[in-house]
């Protein structure tokens, strides 16, 4: 009896002083993992949320939209092994591979209330959240296994010290202060198979797979700690990526919202990441003959004066996806600025309005040439 | 048609909002919430072979359903005894998607999805049979665009199924190979039932009545897939007047009302041996994009608008063309029929792709077929619609009958 209690002392003294410190990066070959601390990608030290040694974070040119939910972005490749680089596609990373993404929102003035952006100065250090200033929603994991890649929900616990396995999803109120507007929306934690209406991009095949880290989303600058570094440099220098060239002969989209670069880069890049991995000629979307990757030609294919398919209300009587000149006529800015589960685009994902993203297609559009005739 | 279209757009505009909607529909009250999870957690762990099945009740659902593992059934208790109720759905655009082969659905109903009720996207080996779906609050533009709706598959087969109220199409497949629609009722959609962008499809048996447009066979520009070969036999297809609720914009909102089959821009079209009557616009209206929101600039070059090879015959008509929908078909009917006639049972808009004709006429094996003792009314499209004229001799030949489809996938 007193062995034990000493024993299970001496144990629970171990994981309070050391427990957060010792989190280990693992790969789970199988099943799915009750607790997220079972991955050991990210730990909890002194109150902020950071990946675990090893764990790299990351960020993309642009990203895709959540209802303005922030994201930490994590990979983890076991070690000796590395990722391969492929130019127009997801890294080919290898078994054993963990990629996390942490949904939260900086929390409000108000109880109860987030924010979209952080009050003052906003972020300090993007891979570190300080649990005092934000809410944790859900992390999701993506392994890369012998059988290919699974993908596994959690949702975070109250008091923001786990997240717990959540294969069926959740419809989760919430109220968000966006630049003064507040938005009282119902955020959507899709379901386990619901993860493959994004992240099963070839139709044929149906297999899952990452979408965010491509050359193109990932040649950028990230902060680690010790000053802005090319995100795939920084893999290749650590040895876990194969055949990078350099950055200026990869691949690069623009940042949807840097007003420096031309509004058709900014456009394409935005509807890249959020509408490509469905609407391409391999992808679930490809029943409606638009196709929207980087490098999909103007023409009907990108929608310009193409008859909608099977859009049902989502054409929202107008006439063709894409009306040169004339973003009031045209379906996709329609689809792009409702809510409705049966007219929006993307179909899951989101349940507010890309308010800032809409105005960027819009301009988009309206400056375009010519007439559908 | 380009004035019809554009007056039915107008009116579709006007009528945004038209239907029986604002009746309430299914009573929840008892329905049970709890089954939800439950049945989420079946989809999620659903390994090839499963059976799910769906005891007899009322199940109300705030998402959308889906399945990705090949090879499972969900079967309920009866269309009338297991109802999945989503009136009070928040999210998802379907009631239920399916990305997998060999799928099965039988014996249950689907209510009130927000958006589609049934989704197959892809896939092999289909069957849908015994279900229904259906918009309980009548038939309304804010309703789900489609029923049944298998897009992209291989060897499918819907029977014995009912589709009530879709704001397009009922049962509706697209883009798919080796289609069997059999024994189903199609009720108040836009569509009853809609073959679109496919290619070796049997619809018979069925029963399409109150619908805007009864059966329709489409071709669509742009598509990785263009659709022919359809048999569309031994159907029930009668008063389909309901208003055109549709969205405009939707290949369906140029339908008018009051369609009973309607052939547009589709090759290889045999229509035989059905009951065709009291279609208020016409009994059959065979068409072309060009009268249905045909752009040069968008659409692909090698897209043929022409409906080639269709072949009506054996049928059985009566009533219809008495009202048709829209000012220019009323115009028409008054101006050639009087008053108090009809349109003939067969309307063309007339168009006609001009590089194939061979000696102004188009080689035999491609021509329009009406061997039944009805008229034919081409409405002269190409000049404006300037001389639109009865020319039932001009169609008056036969072709060959059409190879079934298959059902060697049901075991």
Same mark, same amino acid.
């Given at each position: 009896?007193?062995?034990?209690?000493?024993? +299970?002392?001496?144990?629970?003294?171990?994981?309070?002083?050391?427990?957060?410190?010792?989190?280990? &990066?693992?790969?789970?070959?199988?099943?799915? $993992?009750?607790?997220? =601390?079972?991955?050991?990608?990210?730990?909890?030290?002194?109150?902020?949320?950071?990946?675990?040694?090893?764990?790299?974070?990351?960020?993309?040119?642009?990203?895709?939209?959540?209802?303005?939910?922030?994201?930490?972005?994590?990979?983890?490749?076991?070690?000796?092994?590395?990722?391969?680089?492929?130019?127009?596609?997801?890294?080919?990373?290898?078994?054993?591979?963990?990629?996390?993404?942490?949904?939260?929102?900086?929390?409000?003035?108000?109880?109860?209330?987030?924010? =979209?952006?952080?009050?003052?100065?906003?972020?300090?250090?993007?891979?570190?959240?300080d649990l005092g200033q934000v809410e944790l929603i859900e992390t999701r994991i993506l392994v890369r296994r012998e059988t290919g890649w699974d993908a596994i929900p959690y949702r975070w616990d109250a008091n923001q010290s786990e997240a717990a396995l959540n294969r069926i999803g959740d419809i989760i109120?919430?109220?968000?202060?966006?630049?003064?507007?507040?938005?009282?929306?119902?955020?959507?934690?899709?379901?386990?198979?619901?993860?493959?209406?994004?992240?099963?991009?070839?139709?044929?095949?149906?297999?899952?797979? $990452?979408?965010?880290?491509?050359?193109?989303?990932?040649?950028?600058?990230?902060? %680690?700690?010790?000053?802005?570094?090319?995100?795939?440099? %920084?893999?290749?220098?650590?040895?876990?990526?194969?055949?990078?060239?350099?950055?200026?002969?990869?691949?690069?989209?623009?940042?949807?919202?840097?007003?420096?670069?031309?509004?058709?880069?900014?456009?394409?890049?935005?509807?890249?990441?959020?509408?490509?991995?469905?609407?391409?000629?391999?992808?679930?979307?490809?029943?409606?003959?638009?196709?929207?990757?980087?490098?999909?030609?103007?023409? $009907?294919?990108?929608?310009?004066?193409?008859?909608?398919?099977?859009?049902?209300?989502?054409?929202?009587?107008? &006439?063709?996806?894409?009306?040169?000149?004339?973003?009031?006529? =045209?379906?996709?800015?329609?689809?792009?600025?409702?809510?409705?589960?049966?007219?929006?685009?993307?179909?899951?994902?989101?349940?507010?309005?890309?308010?800032?993203?809409?105005?960027?297609?819009?301009?988009?559009?309206?400056?375009?040439?010519?007439?559908?005739? | 048609?380009?004035?019809?279209?554009?007056?039915?757009?107008?009116? +579709?505009?006007?009528?945004?909002?038209?239907?029986?909607?604002?009746?309430?529909?299914?009573?929840?009250?008892?329905?049970?919430?709890?089954?939800?999870?439950?049945?989420?957690?079946? !989809?999620?762990?659903?390994?090839?072979?499963?059976?799910?099945?769906?005891?007899?009740?009322?199940?109300?659902?705030?998402?959308? !359903?889906?399945? *990705?593992?090949?090879?499972?059934?969900?079967?309920?208790?009866?269309?009338?005894?297991?109802?999945?109720?989503?009136?009070?759905?928040?999210?998802?655009?379907?009631?239920?998607?399916?990305?997998?082969?060999?799928?099965?659905?039988?014996?249950?109903?689907?209510?009130?999805?927000?958006?589609?009720?049934?989704?197959?996207?892809?896939?092999?080996?289909?069957?849908?049979?015994?279900?229904?779906?259906?918009?309980?609050?009548?038939?309304?533009?804010?309703?789900?665009?489609?029923?049944?709706?298998?897009?992209?598959?291989?060897?499918?087969?819907?029977?014995?199924?009912?589709?009530?109220?879709?704001?397009?199409?009922?049962?509706?497949?697209?883009?798919?190979?080796?289609?069997?629609?059999?024994?189903?009722?199609?009720?108040?959609?836009?569509?009853?039932?809609?073959?679109?962008?496919?290619?070796?499809?049997?619809?018979?048996?069925?029963?399409?009545?109150?619908? @805007?447009?009864?059966?329709?066979?489409?071709?669509?520009?742009?598509?990785?897939?263009?659709? %022919?070969?359809?048999?569309?036999?031994?159907?029930?297809?009668?008063?389909?007047? @309901?208003?055109?609720?549709?969205?405009?914009?939707?290949?369906?909102?140029?339908?008018?009302?009051?369609?009973?089959?309607?052939?547009?821009?589709?090759?290889?079209?045999?229509?035989?041996?059905?009951?065709?009557?009291?279609?208020?616009?016409?009994?059959?209206?065979?068409?072309?994009?060009?009268?249905?929101?045909?752009?040069?600039?968008?659409?692909?070059?090698?897209?043929?608008?022409?409906?080639?090879?269709?072949?009506?015959?054996?049928?059985?008509?009566?009533?219809?063309?008495? =009202?048709?929908?829209?000012?220019? !078909?009323?115009?028409?009917?008054?101006? !050639?029929?009087?008053?108090?006639?009809?349109?003939?049972?067969?309307?063309?808009?007339?168009?006609?792709?001009?590089?194939?004709?061979?000696?102004?006429?188009?080689p035999a094996a491609l021509r329009i077929c009406v061997d039944d003792e009805v008229d034919v009314l081409n409405a002269d499209g190409p000049n404006g619609f300037e001389n639109p004229r009865v020319e039932t001799e001009n169609y008056r030949c036969t072709l060959d009958s059409l190879p079934a489809a *298959?059902?060697?996938?049901?075991?």
């Amino acid at each position: 009896m007193t062995v034990c209690r000493v024993f +299970a002392t001496v144990l629970a003294l171990l994981v309070t002083a050391c427990g957060a410190e010792t989190v280990t &990066p693992r790969y789970i070959e199988s099943g799915n $993992p009750a607790q997220l =601390s079972q991955w050991g990608q990210l730990q909890i030290r002194g109150g902020v949320l950071e990946p675990a040694e090893g764990v790299i974070a990351y960020d993309l040119t642009s990203p895709l939209f959540t209802d303005y939910a922030h994201k930490l972005r994590t990979i983890w490749i076991p070690e000796g092994r590395q990722a391969v680089y492929r130019d127009g596609d997801v890294l080919d990373f290898p078994v054993g591979t963990v990629i996390t993404k942490t949904f939260y929102y900086p929390r409000g003035e108000e109880a109860g209330v987030l924010s =979209s952006t952080y009050p003052g100065d906003g972020e300090a250090q993007p891979a570190r959240l300080d649990l005092g200033q934000v809410e944790l929603i859900e992390t999701r994991i993506l392994v890369r296994r012998e059988t290919g890649w699974d993908a596994i929900p959690y949702r975070w616990d109250a008091n923001q010290s786990e997240a717990a396995l959540n294969r069926i999803g959740d419809i989760i109120p919430m109220q968000l202060d966006h630049d003064g507007q507040q938005l009282a929306f119902n955020y959507i934690m899709p379901n386990v198979n619901q993860c493959a209406s994004c992240h099963a991009p070839d139709s044929n095949t149906r297999e899952i797979a $990452p979408i965010g880290p491509k050359p193109r989303h990932l040649n950028r600058d990230f902060d %680690h700690g010790s000053g802005p570094v090319n995100q795939l440099t %920084h893999m290749a220098e650590l040895g876990l990526l194969m055949n990078f060239p350099l950055p200026e002969a990869a691949p690069r989209n623009a940042d949807w919202n840097d007003q420096a670069v031309t509004l058709d880069a900014r456009a394409r890049a935005y509807l890249d990441i959020n509408c490509s991995h469905c609407h391409s000629p391999v992808g679930p979307a490809d029943t409606s003959g638009l196709f929207l990757e980087p490098d999909t030609p103007a023409g $009907p294919q990108l929608g310009l004066c193409k008859l909608p398919i099977a859009a049902g209300g989502g054409t929202g009587d107008r &006439p063709y996806d894409i009306v040169p000149g004339e973003p009031d006529l =045209s379906i996709l800015l329609y689809r792009m600025a409702s809510v409705e589960a049966d007219v929006m685009m993307p179909e899951i994902g989101r349940s507010t309005i890309h308010t800032e993203a809409v105005e960027l297609i819009r301009d988009w559009i309206a400056q375009m040439d010519g007439s559908c005739g | 048609m380009i004035r019809m279209f554009v007056t039915l757009t107008a009116t +579709a505009s006007i009528l945004a909002a038209c239907g029986q909607g604002g009746q309430s529909g299914r009573d929840l009250s008892g329905a049970d919430t709890n089954y939800q999870s439950v049945l989420l957690e079946q !989809l999620i762990d659903a390994q090839p072979g499963d059976v799910i099945t769906i005891p007899a009740g009322v199940y109300q659902f705030d998402r959308s !359903l889906m399945l *990705t593992v090949d090879g499972v059934t969900i079967r309920g208790e009866g269309m009338d005894e297991t109802v999945l109720n989503f009136q009070n759905q928040i999210a998802g655009a379907e009631g239920l998607l399916v990305t997998a082969n060999d799928f099965t659905l039988e014996n249950l109903a689907i209510e009130d999805t927000i958006g589609d009720a049934v989704k197959v996207n892809g896939g092999r080996n289909i069957v849908i049979r015994g279900v229904r779906v259906e918009w309980t609050g009548g038939y309304a533009t804010e309703n789900g665009a489609y029923g049944l709706y298998p897009v992209q598959t291989e060897n499918v087969l819907i029977e014995d199924s009912v589709a009530i109220g879709a704001s397009d199409a009922g049962i509706y497949v697209g883009q798919s190979r080796n289609i069997t629609v059999r024994n189903n009722r199609a009720e108040y959609n836009v569509a009853g039932i809609e073959v679109e962008n496919s290619v070796g499809a049997d619809v018979y048996g069925n029963t399409a009545t109150n619908n @805007t447009g009864g059966i329709l066979v489409f071709n669509m520009p742009n598509l990785p897939q263009r659709g %022919h070969r359809t048999r569309v036999y031994d159907n029930d297809v009668f008063a389909n007047n @309901t208003e055109n609720f549709g969205h405009a914009g939707t290949p369906v909102a140029s339908v008018p009302a009051g369609s009973g089959i309607v052939i547009n821009s589709n090759d290889e079209v045999e229509i035989f041996n059905n009951r065709i009557s009291d279609n208020n616009t016409a009994n059959i209206i065979i068409s072309s994009l060009h009268s249905t929101g045909y752009s040069d600039y968008a659409v692909q070059p090698d897209f043929d608008p022409y409906p080639e090879t269709i072949w009506i015959h054996s049928n059985t008509f009566s009533g219809g063309g008495s =009202s048709p929908d829209g000012l220019d !078909l009323t115009a028409l009917k008054v101006v !050639l029929f009087g008053l108090n006639g009809s349109l003939p049972d067969v309307l063309f808009d007339g168009y006609v792709d001009a590089d194939k004709l061979v000696d102004g006429a188009l080689p035999a094996a491609l021509r329009i077929c009406v061997d039944d003792e009805v008229d034919v009314l081409n409405a002269d499209g190409p000049n404006g619609f300037e001389n639109p004229r009865v020319e039932t001799e001009n169609y008056r030949c036969t072709l060959d009958s059409l190879p079934a489809a *298959t059902l060697d996938f049901l075991d």
